[in-house]
């Protein structure tokens, strides 16, 4: 599986982006997709996850009511509102496969959000 991040970017406190993930590969043994993000001296941190089901969407505290995860097929969303400077990190895309367990990185796209 391979993993294609884009939709970073520069925007202002309170601007809106739509970070995008696209699948390739085995895409049809992709269990869960999900959005973590990296700041500078920072750990990487879960953002939002979706199993196969819409009804399985979760999020971060951080994320909830102003972040949306979404999936459609094997591409993945993440629909983010109401930002903030603390937002400003590296987003990466995940997926891990049905029974295997394996687990797969997109290569991470900037967000950066200027108070």
């Known amino acids: 599986v391979q993993l294609v991040d884009s939709g970073g970017g520069l925007v202002q406190a309170g601007g809106s982006l739509t970070l995008s993930c696209a699948a390739s590969?085995?895409?049809?043994?992709?269990?869960?997709m999900a959005w973590y993000r990296q700041a500078p001296g920072k750990q990487r941190e879960l953002v939002a996850s979706v199993g196969s089901h819409p009804d399985s969407a979760s999020y971060a505290e951080s994320a909830e009511g102003r972040f949306t995860i979404s999936r459609d097929g094997a591409n993945l969303y993440l629909r983010m509102n109401n930002l903030k400077p603390e937002d400003t990190a590296l987003y990466y895309c995940?997926?891990?496969?049905?029974?295997?367990?394996?687990?797969?990185w997109g290569q991470g796209t900037q967000v950066t959000v200027s108070s």
């Open positions: 590969g085995i895409t049809w043994m992709i269990n869960t």
């Open positions: 995940f997926a891990d496969l049905w029974t295997t367990g394996l687990r797969y």
